[in-house]
């Protein structure tokens, strides 16, 4: 049975492919692989601002998964045919999402004042969570290159977020490699949620399929580290960055990693921190859930680093 169902992810995988994550994965390869062709499990995340006062009721949300208070307080598995409601307001009630997203967003811990910057933002789930640590004073900068993804980042703020915090966020559009040199030593907390291979996404069309290369994670790797160092050029002294991608390949995660602590590692240390969920893998420089070893959460991975004074 199982080397049927092998044998059918096979057939559509790109060439190469599975040479090389086997190659990193090793015997648990096929398992992964396997999960990887799942649908992937979200969850329904309740917007803090919905309705007069959001008073989460125990009947509605499943905590059991977790014991992260940041992230446990606010959530309920997706129902496919639910769709959110709207307030008076016309803010929405929920925001579907992976909880690996949750986790790895909650790991920058914004604090309430904090000047926050999210370089790559587009469509948004994490700078919600973002904008609703930050606080009433705090300040968020949601950056995204694509237009067409920025217009759609903006429909979320909007939809999610009461227009007293909104005049908080200030939304651009730059090539965020060059972030440092404009605004040096200047946000409390940076996420660089990274262009990465995203290969469960690539697996899922068609298309993506034939356009993937094995030489493809180490280009990408290469823009991964620019847009690191602009994360660290941006963040301020004291400050914490969160590095994150939704990719498999090693290259893209401790990889990139790795060679900043390698060439910049007098500027930043990792941050110590542990994972109370089991689902979460401690990696050589940061931590993933993948949804082998997860509810079909992930692939995930995020380091964390803290910029020295
Ligand atoms: C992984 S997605 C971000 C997901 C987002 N953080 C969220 O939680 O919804 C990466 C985004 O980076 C954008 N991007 C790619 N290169 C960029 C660059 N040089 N500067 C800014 N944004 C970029 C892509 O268009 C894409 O929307």
Known sequence: MESMHRHEFEDCLPDGFDDYYRDQFEERWPQLLASLFEPSTRVDRLNLFYGPVLTPSTSRIDVSWSRNPAISHAFRPACALHDPRRDAHGLLESYRMDPASMIAASALEVQPGDRVLDMCAAPGGKALLLAESMGAEGRLVANEL???????????????LPSERLKHIQVTGHDATRWGLHEPDYYDRVLLDAPCSSERHVLGKEKERARWKPGRSKQLARRQY?????????????GR?????????QLENDGVVERLLKRKGDQCVKWPTTFPEAFVEATEHGWRILPDHSDGWGPMYWSILHKQA
């Open 146 to 160: 694509s237009p067409t993804r920025r217009a759609k980042l903006k429909t979320i703020l909007q939809n999610y």
């Open 241 to 249: 960055i969160v590095y994150a991608t939704c990719a498999l390949s």
């Open 226 to 238: 620019a847009l690191l160092c602009a994360a660290l050029g941006a963040c301020k002294p004291e």
